[in-house]
């Protein structure tokens, strides 16, 4: 049973450009959730997708945007990189219920010179 | 106070219990969890104990809650060099349709030999 999995694993772009990070839930999960983790910090919710539709936000600018697939597989897209979205992308699958139990991928670091 | 917070760091010996805590901020959150993090990986969900509980055990680990003050603490028994990571605790804000977790900034756990 093959657990959330995310690529790239580490990324490098510099200021100005736009990035496309993916994932593929746990198998049987319907529901994907991004976290940015800056160094030292506790993960930040940026959103979440739910049947292909966003259905949570986070306090993050348009400049980060989503899809989920038929599949329930996800990207998350960054456009014009700052300095300030260094960090480690983490992709969280879940079923729809009451204990929203999260299972974390590994992550994708992201480097922005 | 808006954040979840944690101490940052703790040292404790081989064999040793070790005591994580946590101050979070929504009295009416339902679930409260635990994640680990170890180096250059994502976070691995831990337990998680329901708001109407004081008390949860799962092997090595136990979970105390105590609502009227907002803290939650992560107690792991004999603790091995196995166990040196982050441990974040993590809620789920109250309220219809919110599905993000809001995550503390870590605690360091360091197991010395």
């Known amino acids: 049973d093959a657990g959330v999995t995310q690529s790239p694993t580490h990324l490098i772009k510099t200021r100005g450009q736009q990035v496309t990070l993916r994932c593929s839930p746990k198998s049987g999960h319907d529901t994907v959730s991004w976290y940015q983790q800056a160094l030292g910090q506790g993960p930040q919710f940026i959103f979440q997708?739910?049947?292909?539709?966003?259905?949570q936000r986070g306090n993050f600018p348009d400049r980060f945007s989503g899809h989920q697939f038929p599949n329930y597989s996800s990207e998350l897209n960054v456009n014009a990189l700052l300095l300030g979205d260094s960090a480690l992308y983490l992709c969280?699958?879940?079923?729809?219920?009451?204990?929203?139990?999260?299972?974390f991928g590994p992550g994708t670091r992201l480097t922005v010179l | 106070g808006e954040d979840v917070e944690q101490s940052l760091f703790l040292s404790v010996r081989e064999g040793d219990s070790s005591v994580i805590n946590c101050t979070y901020t929504?009295?009416?959150?339902?679930?409260l969890y635990w994640y680990k993090q170890e180096p250059g990986a994502g976070l691995q969900l831990l337990t998680y104990?329901?708001?109407?509980?004081d008390m949860k055990q799962d092997q090595r680990l136990t979970v105390l809650l105590n609502k009227k003050d907002k803290h939650l603490s992560l107690r792991i028994a004999d603790t091995q060099t196995g166990d040196s990571a982050i441990y974040f605790c993590?809620?789920?804000?109250?309220?219809?349709?919110?599905?993000?977790?809001?995550f503390g900034k870590g605690t360091k756990l360091s197991v010395i030999p």
């Open positions: 969280a699958s879940s079923l729809v219920r009451a204990d929203n139990e999260q299972f």
């Open positions: 993590a809620e789920i804000l109250s309220g219809a349709g919110s599905y993000q977790l809001t």
């Open positions: 104990i329901f708001s109407n509980m």
């Open positions: 929504d009295s009416s959150s339902t679930y």
């Open positions: 997708y739910y049947e292909e539709e966003e259905r």
